[in-house]
């Protein structure tokens, strides 16, 4: 299959640059999995698709705020760095701006405290090691980090953005991008859901940078997927195995947690098991999700692995019907856009 089969033409005055003023006030695009007919329906409706007995899985994963600037003190060049991923005792994985002038035993001091990093390690894909002054890196980036929007919005980060490009029920610092799906979400609407019957469970997957990586071959199966760590804990587990086991559904709130449930999936029945690790699933037609029935998601880029996994969940073709219906409609695109919901 071939990458160029998941284009669509998308204006650019639909990426969606801003949160709306009311994280549940967005549309949302909902998609039959079977009969591929769709109808628009605001997002506050979501609950209403839902019946008791079936479980929603939400990625509580919380995005840190990744990117810091500093110089060089012995000659004052500026320095941006894009923490990527904790490897150790203050030992982080990062994105180095500007790269080749950055060479091991480089040391930039940050702006706005006494604080350093050394570069320790260069590798070609760009990515480098560095190594902090202080163990708490992460108290660190919470005071002297700025929050690492998508490239596609085209604004720096304000105040507004620290709150809302995080989810409600973001508990666990590790992401450098948002589950986005979970940004339409308020505390009253996971009330209503759990008033329901609705069992609503949390799993852990760190969105990492690779996710905005661009598909660069021409046949999808030669594309390598970045590694993302995830957490499936053993109570979430046994609730989507007993809501299988009772004819109940699961569905997904994004496609970070379809991809942890997919990687956790027992091969060929509707069950997982438990696990912590890291997952570089790649999912795309003809798979067929084993475990999850339904997905709500945010429309993404043209051509990206993300669309492709939405596309497991109904065919292509349809999908993408859907896709051009929702830009006629004007619907907002990307991680502060409307959603789409993939029904059973």
């Known amino acids: 299959m071939q990458v160029s089969d998941f284009n669509f033409d998308l204006p650019e005055e639909l990426i969606a640059q801003f949160p709306l003023e009311k994280r549940d006030s967005s549309r949302m695009m909902v998609l039959e999995r079977r009969s591929g007919n769709y109808h628009e329906a605001p997002f506050a409706s979501f609950p209403d698709f839902l019946l008791p007995g079936d479980v929603l899985v939400l990625n509580d994963t919380k995005v840190i705020p990744a990117r810091l600037w500093g110089h060089r003190p012995e000659s004052g060049g500026r320095v941006q760095a894009f923490m990527l991923e904790e490897r150790g005792k203050g030992l982080w994985m990062a994105m180095l701006k500007p790269g080749r002038r950055l ?37 660190l980036l919470e005071e002297h980090g700025q929050v690492p929007l998508p490239p596609y919005i085209n604004r720096p980060p304000d105040e507004n953005d620290k709150g809302r490009y995080q989810t409600v029920y973001a ?35 760190h969105v990492g940078a690779g996710t905005f990586r661009p598909v660069t071959v021409e046949r ?21 195995n007993q809501a299988h086991a009772e004819g109940h559904r699961v569905f997904c709130v994004g496609t970070t947690a379809v991809r942890v449930l997919e990687t956790c999936a027992v091969p060929n029945t509707r069950q997982v098991r438990a696990a912590r690790g890291e997952t570089s699933i790649f999912l795309y037609p003809p798979y067929t999700p084993q475990v999850v029935d339904g997905l709500l998601t945010n429309f993404h880029l043209p051509q990206s692995t993300l669309l492709m996994l939405v596309s497991t969940f109904c065919e292509r073709e349809k999908v993408l019907a859907a896709y051009r219906e929702a830009v006629r409609l004007r619907f907002r695109f990307f991680s502060y856009g409307d959603c789409m919901l993939l029904l059973p």
Not at 224 to 239: G, K, Q, T, Y
């Open 220 to 240: 999808i199966e030669d594309h390598i997927m970045h590694s993302e760590r995830f957490l499936l804990p053993p109570e979430v587990a046994d609730a989507i």
């Open 171 to 205: 508990k666990h610092p590790g992401a450098v991008a948002a589950p986005t799906a979970g940004l339409h979400f308020t505390p009253e609407i996971l009330q209503t859901i759990a008033a329901k019957g609705v069992k609503v469970r949390y799993l852990t997957l």
């Open 103 to 139: 060479t091991p035993g480089t040391v930039v001091r940050l702006d706005g405290c006494e604080h350093t990093f050394t570069v320790v390690e260069k590798f070609a894909d760009g990515t480098a090691i560095v190594q902090f002054d202080t163990d708490d890196v992460l108290t």
